[in-house]
């Protein structure tokens, strides 16, 4: 793997849209470039209140997820709530705004 020229610092964002209702993060999972699991966030789930937000922080010199390193969010809500802005902005001596993409997992089999 080529070095990256340039090591950028990472806030993982997670902001509720919904004006009167609260979401759970169950997850936020932090994968390398080769996809390989390097760290899971929140041991339990976070509620996040109406416009509530948290966030996460990789800073410069946390380079062991490399360029093409992903955050998985998992969020749940206990009824029909506007779906949360989940965007990562990278920032050191340029700034990327990354916006989140829904991915569909595959249901899991139950076990006989």
């Not at 749940?76 to 990278?90: G, L």
């Not at 705004?97 to 139950?110: L, N, Q």
Request: with cysteine.
């Amino acid at each position: 793997m080529q070095p990256l020229p340039n090591h950028l610092a990472n806030i993982l964002s997670i902001r509720n849209t919904d004006l009167a209702r609260a979401i759970q993060v169950t997850a936020v999972d932090y994968y390398d470039t080769s996809g390989t699991l390097v760290k899971k966030y929140y041991t339990k789930a976070l509620t996040l209140a109406p416009l509530g937000s948290t966030h996460i922080d990789l800073p410069e010199s946390a380079q062991k997820g490399g360029f093409g390193a992903n955050f998985i969010v998992r969020w749940m809500a206990d009824e029909e709530v506007n779906a949360p802005i989940i965007e990562c902005v990278m920032a050191g001596n340029q700034g990327i705004v990354t916006s989140g993409r829904v991915v569909k997992e595959a249901p899991r089999e139950r076990a006989n």
